[in-house]
């Protein structure tokens, strides 16, 4: 019989301290997180009507919704992901499928890290002086698409690197078939590679929504505005080139620090969107990653 | 007898590490051509070097010359017709993940080839070749990737064969299966002689025994011994190590 | 029907279009690098003209920051640097601890389910916007610090560092359990073997083992906070100031670029400063990247 002696037992407890210990670490940082999202769900939710949502603001913000908000959030969204996927996709497909490796592969996955680390306002600058005043879509003036080109540069890096894991996910066996029957590079992604890892790559554009849903320091240097209306009975009335529009993540910065009069709880609400567009999102990625990998084909 | 392959003078490399010490051998036309030797010899290295699949790999290279049909495949225009001449068989069964019937119509479609009704008989014929037909007729549109590891290699067969090559290249493929299929796959391979040329890749030496006419001994990258099977499976072999390879000495 | 000999080849239009779309390919492929030069030319290119008259001395050591003087306009960054290296090294002070530990607990304590679902929690603490964060550090972080330690003001240093710690977390978090993960099983059995604790497991097995995939997973959170803006410029109280104390005020460079930029006319010194600082927080941040990423690379060259 396998008797408990004291050493094992105080290394037993020792166990479990140390488990304790970086377990507090671990809590330390995701309990607050909780508390502080809790907290800010239950101040904003009871605000959230849908009123809120599709009414206009009025009286600069204090009064009203953020409809004009939301729209200006999902052309932004959707414009800059329409630039980035595509890119973000074929420049992953290069990487993975066709460089080899020499100095030159080197040269462009350090482009790509460094890419990924330039921080946000940077970004924002290069999108003031490269589509604001260079490519000049809107006679030197802020707009829509300028703000969504340099979000969509920003989000880039992270649809390469998504992508890459994707692709790098099928087996390289398959490829070697293929060439083997005389398939070209090409064929045996397209009938292949890009087929079989699609689910992996959407999971990443997806997650990129919320990413640029929520930033704010580069879009209000290059398109978006803190005050600008859409036409009270319009739905989709701003112009991509010509106008700038209002963003979610601007208007709770506005609201919070500059605007007058707001009632307490419209900050809240508006982070509690902001909250809830990321969870849904990252809910919507977890749920079809789940359901693709229950239909994985080998 | 024409000649099908010359390797002439072949040396390969990984990186710095050479694998061919500068091999020369023919293999002639509508012959069972073996290759035996122990792992690490080269063997997969020299068909992929054939194909030209070698330069996938990064760091690889090749010096040396090898002819199929006496063209240079170095030099060749059209390296995925080169390809399309040989088939090939991976050691480990390979269902690509698409239907079995888009398995087999892979290769004629990548060439171009679109017409269903051809596409329909050739199907047909190429697993019937591969004794896989009377399995699978039935659940033609079922997944490759959900076969056994017998019929998954019986399909790699029958994606070999389906861009008709003029070469069949097999490279240890009774390797994943079971003894019976491989006596089944043995059994088509010598109908599939009167029409083709088989390299048999195999670190059997008893099935190079059964179904080659010449057999060649390669080890560490060199040409031990090459000659007609009754003189490698004798005792009157010219090298030593042949023998003793043969006869489970070593290796 | 049979066509004779099936050694068809493919239309020449199939081969153009493929032709054309490996050229698409190619040119996406290399789109990285034509962005990061383009960054750096496009900021640079806006901030030059200042260039021929600037001190560089003052640039970086002056303390004073009074750009839209209309008698003698100041264009010191050197309390706005210090704003940020004061926050980033709080912050860091917080979240390496509490990071790399989280790291440990997630890599050798968690299994299963509880593993994953931590991984996802932090993957959603990734991802909550930082404006949001700048709001919380208003409404949340502030009056909590108010009343803990009896400071006048909420937004300050301490404020700012605390979000910035919960913001660069979760990359250390994931960057350190790959670190971690990266350490063969053999070492742990080994040090189990020779009758080791768990807590000498752990320091002195495979922090060691790991230390250079933990020393980028801090450098990247560091890159991370140097470049925050929203919350810092919502939660460092943005006034230009050497902190005596962690409940002082400061500004740092980032959050000094996003309040101002809009104000400045195109093309006056102002504007050009602010594109100045761009070009040196680019250089910053590229430094501290690429040395993390030098270090994951040599990792996984062994």
Redesign the interface.
């Known amino acids: 019989m396998f008797t408990e002696t004291p050493f094992i037992r105080k290394?037993k407890r020792?166990?479990v301290i140390?488990?304790c210990?970086?377990?507090?670490?671990?809590a330390?940082?995701?309990i607050?997180?909780f508390l502080?999202?809790g907290?800010?769900v239950v101040q904003g939710a009871p605000a959230i009507s849908w009123e809120f949502l599709t009414e206009n603001p009025r009286s600069g913000g204090a009064k009203g919704g953020i409809w004009a908000a939301i729209v200006g959030t999902f052309y932004i969204v959707f414009f800059s992901l329409a630039f980035s996927a595509?890119?973000?996709v074929?420049?992953a497909?290069?990487?993975n499928e066709?460089?080899t490796e020499n100095w030159f592969t080197r040269?462009?996955n350090?482009?790509?890290?460094?890419?990924?680390?330039?921080?946000?306002?940077?970004?924002?600058?290069?999108g003031?002086?490269?589509f604001v005043?260079?490519a000049n879509f809107n006679d030197?003036k802020k707009s829509i698409i300028a703000a969504a080109l340099t979000l969509a540069?920003m989000t880039?890096?992270v649809i390469?690197a998504s992508t890459k894991e994707a692709l790098s996910a099928v087996p390289r066996q398959f490829r070697e078939a293929c060439w083997n029957v005389g398939a070209?590079?090409?064929?045996v992604i397209w009938k292949i590679v890009l087929p079989n890892s699609i689910s992996g790559i959407l999971t990443g554009v997806i997650?990129q929504v919320?990413?640029t849903?929520?930033?704010?320091?580069p879009v209000?240097?290059t398109g978006v505005a803190t005050y600008k209306l859409l036409d009270s009975t319009g739905l989709f009335l701003y112009h991509p080139i010509k106008d700038q529009c209002m963003a979610l993540?601007?208007h709770?910065?506005y609201i919070?620090?500059q605007a007058n009069n707001v009632p307490k709880a419209t900050?809240?609400a508006i982070?509690t969107v902001?909250?809830g567009v990321?969870?849904i999102?990252?809910a919507a990625a977890?749920a079809f990653r789940v359901y693709l990998r229950s239909r994985k084909k080998w | 007898m024409t000649k099908k392959i010359q390797v002439e003078n072949l040396r390969t490399f990984y990186g710095t590490k050479e694998v061919h010490h500068g091999i020369s051998f023919d293999i002639e036309q509508n012959e069972i051509f073996a290759i035996i030797g122990p792992a690490q010899s080269g063997k997969t290295t020299l068909l992929r070097a054939i194909n030209r699949t070698l330069e996938f790999t990064p760091g690889t290279k090749m010096t040396g010359t090898i002819k199929v049909d006496g063209e240079d495949v170095q030099k060749t225009r059209?390296v995925y017709?080169l390809r399309?001449k040989i088939g090939m068989v991976a050691p480990l069964p390979v269902g690509l993940p698409l239907t079995i019937y888009d398995n087999v119509a892979f290769a004629?479609r990548?060439?171009?080839?679109n017409?269903k009704?051809?596409l329909d008989?050739?199907v047909e014929k190429c697993l019937r070749q591969s004794a896989l037909w009377d399995e699978v007729k039935d659940r033609l549109d079922s997944l490759g990737t959900k076969l056994s590891g017998g019929q998954q290699q019986r399909l790699t067969i029958a994606r070999a064969l389906s861009?008709?090559p003029e070469i069949l290249c097999l490279d240890e493929f009774s390797i994943a299966i079971d003894p019976v299929t491989t006596m089944r796959i043995e059994d088509v391979l010598k109908e599939l002689k009167k029409e083709m040329t088989i390299i048999l890749v195999t670190n059997l030496v008893q099935q190079a025994r059964r179904l080659a006419a010449r057999t060649m001994f390669l080890w560490n990258g060199d040409i031990i011994e090459l000659d007609r099977n009754e003189v490698m499976f004798s005792d009157n072999t010219k090298d030593k190590r042949t023998y003793e390879y043969v006869n489970g000495i070593f290796g | 029907?049979?066509?004779a000999?099936?050694?068809?080849?493919?239309?020449q239009l199939?081969i153009m279009v493929?032709r054309v779309?490996?050229g698409?390919?190619?040119i996406?492929?290399?789109?990285?690098?034509i962005?990061?030069f383009?960054?750096f030319f496009?900021?640079f290119?806006?901030g030059a003209p200042f260039l021929a008259k600037l001190n560089f001395t003052e640039f970086f050591f002056s303390k004073e920051w009074i750009p839209t003087s209309s008698v003698q306009p100041k264009y010191g960054i050197g309390a706005l640097i210090v704003g940020t290296v004061s926050v980033t090294a709080l912050a860091m002070l917080i979240a390496v601890?509490?990071?790399l530990?989280?790291a440990?607990?997630?890599s050798?304590?968690c299994t299963g389910k509880t593993k994953e679902t931590?991984k996802?929690?932090?993957?959603?603490?990734a991802?909550?916007?930082?404006?949001?964060w700048?709001?919380?550090g208003?409404?949340?972080m502030s009056p909590v610090i108010i009343s803990v330690f009896h400071v006048p003001v909420g937004v300050n240093l301490l404020n700012a560092a605390l979000l910035l710690a919960?913001m660069s977390?979760p990359i250390m978090?994931s960057i350190g359990e790959d670190a971690l993960k990266a350490v063969p099983d053999s070492y742990r059995e080994a040090g189990i073997a020779l009758g080791a604790?768990?807590?000498q497991l752990?320091y002195r097995v495979l922090i060691p083992a790991a230390k250079n995939g933990l020393l980028a997973a801090v450098l990247?959170g560091v890159?991370r906070a140097?470049?925050?803006?929203?919350a810092v410029?919502?939660a460092t109280g943005h006034a230009v100031n050497i902190p005596d104390s962690i409940f002082d005020p400061v500004r740092t460079l980032?959050a000094t670029?996003?309040a101002e930029?809009?104000e400045t006319s195109?093309g006056s010194p102002h504007y050009q400063v602010?594109?100045l600082i761009?070009v040196v927080?680019?250089s910053i941040?590229?430094v501290?990247?690429?040395a993390a990423?030098f270090i994951v690379k040599g990792i996984k060259r062994k």
């Open positions: 290394k020792n166990e140390a488990k210990f970086f377990g507090f670490m671990a330390a940082m995701v607050p997180l502080i999202v907290y800010i595509p890119i973000g074929l420049a497909v290069y990487l066709y460089a040269i462009v350090l482009a790509v890290v460094n890419l990924a680390g330039v921080p946000s306002i940077v970004h924002g600058l290069f003031v002086g490269a005043y260079f030197g540069v880039l890096p390469i070209t590079r090409w064929q997650l919320s990413r849903a929520g930033e704010t320091a209000m240097l993540s601007m709770l910065y919070a620090t900050p809240f982070a902001l909250i990321v969870l999102v990252n977890i | 059209d017709g399309r004629p990548s060439s171009g080839i017409d009704g051809f008989a050739h861009h008709q | 029907m049979k066509p000999v099936p050694r068809a080849s493919r239309s199939a493929e779309i490996e698409l390919v190619y996406c492929g290399i789109s990285a690098i962005f990061v383009g960054i496009f900021v290119k806006e601890p509490f990071g530990g989280a440990v607990f997630v050798e304590f931590l996802i929690t932090i993957e959603l603490l991802a909550i916007p930082s404006v949001v700048g709001f919380i208003l409404s949340v919960l977390v978090v604790t768990k807590w752990i990247l890159g140097i470049g925050e803006t929203m410029l919502m980032t670029i996003a930029l809009g195109h602010l594109f761009g927080l680019f941040t590229a501290v990247n690429l990423d």
